[in-house]
T-cell receptor, first 115, second 111 residues
Framework: DAKTTQPPSMDCAEGRAANLPCNHS???????VYWYRQIHSQGPQYIIH???NNETNEMASLIITEDRKSSTLILPHATLRDTAVYYC????????????????FGKGTHLIIQP | EADIYQTPRYLVIGTGKKITLECSQT?????MYWYQQDPGMELHLIHY???????EKGDLSSESTVSRIRTEHFPLTLESARPSHTSQYLC??????????FGEGSRLTVL
C-alpha cells in the first residue's frame, strides 16, 4: 500500500465547508483513494472513493490533484454529527479488506465541528 | 443501510473463559473481516475470509480464531480470555471490489 499522511486533528465551524487534506505521494497508477470516517467508537463508514477524476456523492466531494499525489475531502456544510475521525486510504480497486488485500487504516484526522 | 450485526455489543468476562463474538450479514457478501481497535488507536485487521471455508490471518497477530461455515456468519472465538484481549472487535463485510460495511462493534473487557 502507498502510505498516506493526514493532519492529526482539525476544527471547523458548523455550517462551513470542512476540507480534509491527504498526501499520498507514492500512490501507484492502479490505486484508488478511499475515505472512511469513524464516529466515536462505532464501525467506520464508507464516504467516497476515486481514481483521478473528482467525485461527488450525497455525503461529500473528493478532489484529487492532477498528479494524484494528494487529495481533499470536502464536507460542504459541516454539522455537529460530522465530528469523527476521517481516514484516507489508498488501495488497488477491489482490495479493500486488508491483509493480503492491502487496505490499512492509519491514524486519520480527528475532525471537530464547533457550534 | 448496512445489514451487518454483531453480538454482544458489550461483554465483561473473567480470565480463562471461552468467548465467541458473533457477526452476521444479510447482504450476501463473500468477503468478511475482523478488526481489533483499542480506544483511541488504529484499527488492525486480525482475520478475513474470502468465502465459505476460507479463513486467513490479518496483519496483526491474534490468539483468536474464526470460522466461516456459512456465507452470512463469521464468528470469532477466544478459547481462554486474558486481560490483554480487552479491546473493541469490529466485523465488516464487502462484495468483491466494493466498500467495507462495518458492524457496530463488540467491546470486550476481560477482568
Amino acid at each position: 500500500d502507498a502510505k498516506t499522511t493526514q493532519p492529526p486533528s482539525m476544527d471547523c465551524a458548523e455550517g462551513r465547508a470542512a476540507n480534509l487534506p491527504c498526501n499520498h505521494s507514492t500512490i501507484s497508477g492502479n490505486e484508488y483513494v478511499y475515505w472512511y470516517r469513524q464516529i466515536h467508537s462505532q464501525g467506520p463508514q464508507y464516504i467516497i472513493h476515486g481514481l483521478k477524476n473528482n467525485e461527488t456523492n450525497e455525503m461529500a466531494s473528493l478532489i484529487i490533484t492532477e498528479d494524484r499525489k494528494s487529495s481533499t475531502l470536502i464536507l460542504p456544510h459541516a454539522t455537529l454529527r460530522d465530528t469523527a475521525v476521517y481516514y484516507c486510504i489508498v488501495s488497488p480497486y477491489g482490495q479493500v479488506g486488508g491483509g493480503a488485500d492491502g487496505l490499512t487504516f492509519g491514524k486519520g484526522t480527528h475532525l471537530i465541528i464547533q457550534p | 443501510e448496512a445489514d451487518i450485526y454483531q453480538t454482544p455489543r458489550y461483554l465483561v468476562i473473567g480470565t480463562g473463559k471461552k468467548i465467541t463474538l458473533e457477526c452476521s450479514q444479510t447482504m450476501g457478501h463473500d468477503k468478511m473481516y475482523w478488526y481489533q481497535q483499542d480506544p483511541g488507536m488504529e484499527l488492525h485487521l486480525i482475520h478475513y475470509s474470502y468465502g465459505v471455508n476460507s479463513t486467513e490471518k490479518g496483519d496483526l497477530s491474534s490468539e483468536s480464531t474464526v470460522s466461516r461455515i456459512r456465507t452470512e456468519h463469521f464468528p470469532l472465538t477466544l478459547e481462554s480470555a486474558r486481560p490483554s484481549h480487552t479491546s473493541q472487535y469490529l466485523c465488516a463485510s464487502s462484495e468483491v471490489g466494493g466498500e467495507l460495511f462495518f458492524g457496530e462493534g463488540s467491546r470486550l473487557t476481560v477482568l
